[in-house]
């Protein structure tokens, strides 16, 4: 696979900001910044080492391939991640109070694990795919993936939240994580032509959903 | 047997884990609330963590066996030196920086102090994360090979489970009952019982150097730990009373160190939500009576001599201006009972809501007497209804009435959670649930001298309009505040009967402000796309 190290920065990238948008989102509807932003962080690191585990009980036949649709995946998730909460706080308006904040509380939550989970799987896949076309570069890889992060803390409080606020920054993120399945996606062999031309559509309209969608549900929930 | 050895490996694991993000978790809120509450600067602490934490894992994985097993119990024990002193030494940076400047007590922090205090808490953060690294790579390693081929899976899962047990416990359990200098001594401790428990069991190596190093480390955070509170005081009565040092001369130092053991201690109340500070100075107006000032996180609130300027100038005006006595007032935050007090003076007003967020505030204000003799105990009056809720949140609500007057009294937002009260959708909410030719009022800090293009003034009246309000009426006495109508009305005279004559010759009207506002939806802020209030404010 060609620029392994500029995939991994880019992906390891993605990764922490729909993170830290989760958080963003978790608390704006829920409160309590500090709290929201810590415990996502625990939540990302913990199911970064379950990911990393379950990648050695499962022997990946084609490392290149199966990191296609994990950034597929999460290329989808990202661009669901800021839709699915508001959603969850309107369908859930006829619960009681107390239900009501655990749905929304549970959603935000499982995005959360799901997404780090998926996370988790990129850096030992990657690692292998380094690892196999040049010895020893499977450290660089890890460093990279730990810049990438550092990288993505500044970036999205600083350049994304301030610039392009919350649903636009996910809309950035899940584009750049599209183009990047798609580069993985193109360099496979046989082409996943069917796969590839299915993700870029659902990613396009969830692009959409969350331009004309969200003002909306923004409007629906706050009044 | 091994199922035991097993189990340890993995307890030790977790706790390492544990204590680690732990240091994190404290150093970062220690930075949080020494600048005021601003998010950049803790993240960064964070992404300090996250790389020393790779750097070490980097340098331990071209480590052999044996070297990583003899680095093991001397790296924990600087791990618990390190990360137990942290915020002594972060809370001690703070106030030197706080010592030799004259920045204005309450209001913001200025950028450098900001960005030393930030890299402060990122070198500790680094450092503690570089130690932390070989921590993993030690136990998968160094320890038993046997059970490691087997079993390295739980090993590593528990590892991270650790760091999640960590981001629960430390900010939800620890941080509330033992505050900044006591839970880092804590963790301190642990680190060190870990130190001591390995050099003694797991690392094969009884080292009497490694032995008297936990004990020294120990002694010192014992040591530390009876003097913690007297050490807390000198750091709050520092950062409110600015004693400066202007030179290195040791008369300097022993001449400020009275002033601190003379003042007043200053109390402090962690509760859910924030720190509550009274402080008692000397008041502005003579020497001889002590004035006490409530801060909400360091921010300045009020003080009990120029509190009644303040709150009689928020509730009268708009009335006064707009020239209808309203029935039916909603009151968010003002959990201190004075706007209520106010309100109280008019019999025309049936009944008042008041939604504040800090039960423990309001429990204050209720029963601490500085707070009664000053409220008279207005939360306690049959007309007002004392709500316990996120205000926000109440809004949203479809079961509330509509209120003909909504005074909103938060603190400035200095914080992000404060800023969601001055966002679009918050002013939205409260339109909704204002009655025909109902007004809102508000305090906040409008730039008064030079309106900088894009800076607070022009976000929030750029903010008010876009949730639908059309008049505006910016005043001043010595805070200020905008009161504001969807529908116009026509201004009548200020002077009401009452204002005190004190509070009448401090009110000026300030709608000159709103010609120099830039009118652009650029400028509104909103909870998903939020703007920052200028330096200091974010």
């Not at chain 2, 390995?198 to 936990?214: C, E, G, N, P, Y």
């Not at chain 2, 009020?302 to 309203?326: D, R």
């Not at chain 2, 607070?456 to 505006?472: E, H």
Request: glycine residues 8%; neutral net charge.
């Amino acid at each position: 696979m060609k620029s392994v190290r500029l995939v991994t920065f880019v992906v390891a990238f993605c990764s922490i900001v729909y993170e830290l948008l989760l958080s963003e989102i978790s608390a704006t509807l829920l409160g309590g910044t500090f709290y929201r932003y810590i415990l996502t962080i625990g939540l990302y690191i913990f199911c970064l080492g379950i990911g990393s585990i379950y990648y050695e009980r499962i022997k990946f036949k084609d490392n290149a391939r199966s990191l296609f649709y994990v950034e597929l995946a999460l290329s989808l998730l990202g661009l669901m991640a800021p839709l699915i909460p508001l959603l969850v706080e309107i369908g859930a308006s006829g619960m009681s109070e107390h239900l009501h904040k655990q749905a929304v509380v549970g959603s935000v939550y499982l995005l959360i694990i799901y997404i780090g989970l998926l996370s988790g799987l990129e850096l030992p896949l990657l690692m292998a795919i380094g690892e196999k076309q040049e010895e020893g570069q499977s450290i660089r890889i890890l460093a990279i993936d730990f810049f990438a992060t550092f990288a993505g803390i500044l970036v999205f409080p600083l350049v994304l939240m301030k610039f392009t606020g919350l649903f636009n920054s996910a809309i950035v993120v899940g584009l750049l994580n599209l183009a990047i399945f798609v580069f993985i996606g193109r360099q496979l062999n046989p082409l996943p032509k069917r796969s590839l031309i299915i993700g870029v559509a659902l990613a396009l309209l969830l692009v959409c959903a969350n331009i004309f969608g969200a003002p909306l549900l923004v409007d629906r929930v706050f009044g | 047997m091994s199922l035991i050895k097993l189990s340890s490996l993995i307890l030790l694991t977790m706790l390492l884990s544990f204590c680690s993000f732990g240091y994190q978790i404290l150093i970062a809120f220690g930075v949080s609330a020494t600048l005021g509450g601003s998010t950049v600067p803790w993240l960064l602490t964070i992404g300090a963590f996250l790389i020393g934490l790779g750097y070490g894992g980097f340098k331990a994985h071209a480590l052999g066996d044996e070297q990583l097993r003899a680095r093991f119990v001397p790296y924990e024990i600087l791990v618990a030196l390190v990360g137990g002193a942290s915020l002594w030494i972060l809370l001690f940076a703070d106030s030197a920086l706080n010592m030799t400047s004259l920045q204005t007590i309450g209001g913001q922090v200025p950028l450098s102090h900001q960005i030393i205090v930030c890299a402060v808490g990122c070198l500790l953060s680094g450092g503690v994360g570089y130690l932390s690294g070989f921590e993993l790579p030690v136990v998968l390693k160094a320890f038993d090979r046997q059970i490691m081929q087997r079993y390295s899976h739980w090993v590593i899962g528990f590892h991270y489970a650790g760091t999640l047990f960590s981001s629960i416990l430390v900010q939800g359990t620890l941080l509330p009952t033992a505050d900044l200098l006591k839970s880092s001594l804590i963790l301190g401790f642990l680190s060190c019982a870990i130190a001591f428990v390995s050099s003694l069991f797991v690392a094969h190596q009884r080292d009497w150097k490694h032995l008297a190093s936990i004990a020294f480390v120990a002694g010192l955070f014992l040591f530390a730990s009876s003097h913690a509170e007297q050490a807390y005081q000198y750091y709050l009565k520092i950062h409110y009373l600015r004693p400066t040092i202007t030179s290195l001369e040791s008369h300097h130092f022993i001449t400020a160190r009275e002033i601190l053991d003379r003042s007043p201690n200053v109390e402090r109340t962690r509760t859910k939500y924030q720190y509550i500070d009274l402080v008692r100075t000397p008041s502005p107006r003579n020497d001889q009576e002590m004035d006490t000032v409530l801060y909400l996180d360091t921010h300045v609130q009020f003080g009990s001599s120029k509190e009644k300027i303040y709150h009689e100038l928020m509730t009268h005006v708009p009335i006064e201006t707009f020239g209808v006595i309203p029935s039916r007032v909603l009151i968010a935050g003002g959990g201190d009972g004075l706007l209520a007090r106010e309100l109280l003076r008019y019999p025309e007003i049936n009944k008042i809501d008041l939604v504040e967020l800090d039960a423990d505030l309001l429990d204050m204000a209720m029963m601490d007497d500085r707070f009664t003799r000053l409220n008279l105990r207005a939360l306690e009056n049959p007309k007002v209804e004392v709500m316990v809720d996120d205000a926000f949140q109440y809004l949203r609500r479809n079961d509330i009435p509509k209120y003909d007057a909504i005074y909103i009294d938060f603190p400035f937002p200095h914080n992000p959670d404060l800023a969601r009260l001055y966002s679009r959708e918050f002013y939205r909410l409260a339109k909704r649930n204002l009655a025909q030719g109902g007004f809102i009022v508000l305090d906040f800090p409008m730039e008064l001298l030079q309106a900088k293009t894009g800076g607070r003034n022009d976000v929030i009246f750029n903010t008010l309009k876009s949730a639908g309000f059309t008049q505006f009426f910016p005043f001043t006495g010595y805070d200020s505040f905008i009161a504001a109508r969807t529908t116009a009305v026509e201004i009548k005279s200020s002077k009401s009967p009452l204002i005190s004559e004190q509070s009448q010759q401090a009110l000026k009207l300030r709608t000159d402000v709103l010609e120099q506002v830039a009118w652009d939806d650029r400028y509104v802020h909103s909870i998903f796309h939020p703007l920052s209030f200028g330096q200091g404010f974010e």
